[in-house]
């Protein structure tokens, strides 16, 4: 008669050793997809894709509203002053890159200070000149990575001077008729949309995002809010 076959000692503490290590593997993976969940919602103030008025953005109800087949206008306040705007530039020239044919975007300079309001009457004057690609990055260069400032609009023009423009049509421009009306309109629109710091992006003329949830963000919010305007018309 066949003995029967022994178990081979140890091979069911070998099994419930092999559950026990899987369960708590198991516990660590789902630990940690919360850990980082919530990282990220603490981080962004939101799980992606979802954006929220009043937490996410603010809405201007008193404003011109877009009309049906125009633009989708996207808006930088910002101000060659500004170091977060300096910083901002790189990312958003190429989000700049990827928009659809319905969206146009512009920057707005700020005049939080009268320095700041010599920086947008130059950006103001070199737009119009057709100056301003050869001298934006090296506005924000000057200013930032060698300590140039700007006092007087005299002191830019010889800045200016060679890099797109004459000195003399510079000083043309920054003080001609057609600069100070876009100063002033600048000026209205901060105060409608009540930016009170920069660099904020505004779509629409209506919805207003600042960068309190961060830049890549701040873009994604964009993105959205384009979505939503063009299912309003």
Not at 11 to 16: L, M, N, P, V, Y
Not at 31 to 44: K, N, P, R, W
Not at 101 to 124: G, K
Not at 128 to 151: P, V, W, Y
Request: net charge positive; charged share 25%; glycine share 8%.
């Amino acid at each position: 008669m066949k003995a029967k076959a022994t178990p081979r000692a140890g091979s069911r503490t070998d099994r419930q050793v092999a559950r026990i290590r899987q369960a708590i593997i198991g516990s660590v993976l789902v630990l940690t997809a919360v850990v980082l969940g919530a990282g990220i919602y603490y981080t962004t103030g939101s799980t992606p894709g979802t954006f929220v008025a009043g937490e996410h953005y603010m809405v201007i109800e008193e404003t011109t509203r877009r009309r049906a087949g125009e633009p989708i206008t996207v808006q930088e306040f910002f101000s060659y002053g500004c170091v977060h705007c300096r910083n901002f530039d790189p990312m958003l020239e190429d989000w700049k890159k990827g928009i659809a044919e319905d969206v146009r975007f512009e920057r707005v300079p700020v005049t939080f200070s009268p320095a700041w309001t010599v920086l947008a009457q130059t950006y103001f004057a070199l737009e119009e000149l057709d100056a301003l690609e050869r001298n934006h990055q090296r506005l924000f260069r000057a200013i930032h990575d060698t300590g140039r400032q700007f006092a007087t609009v005299d002191a830019m023009a010889d800045f200016i001077a060679g890099n797109g423009a004459t000195r003399e049509a510079f000083l043309a421009a920054a003080n001609g008729p057609t600069v100070r009306a876009r100063l002033r309109d600048a000026e209205r629109a901060q105060r409608t949309l009540m930016v009170s710091g920069v660099p904020t992006l505004v779509v629409a003329n209506r919805y207003v995002v600042g960068m309190n949830m961060g830049r890549k963000t701040a873009l994604e919010i964009v993105d959205h809010l384009i979505e939503q305007e063009r299912g309003a018309n």
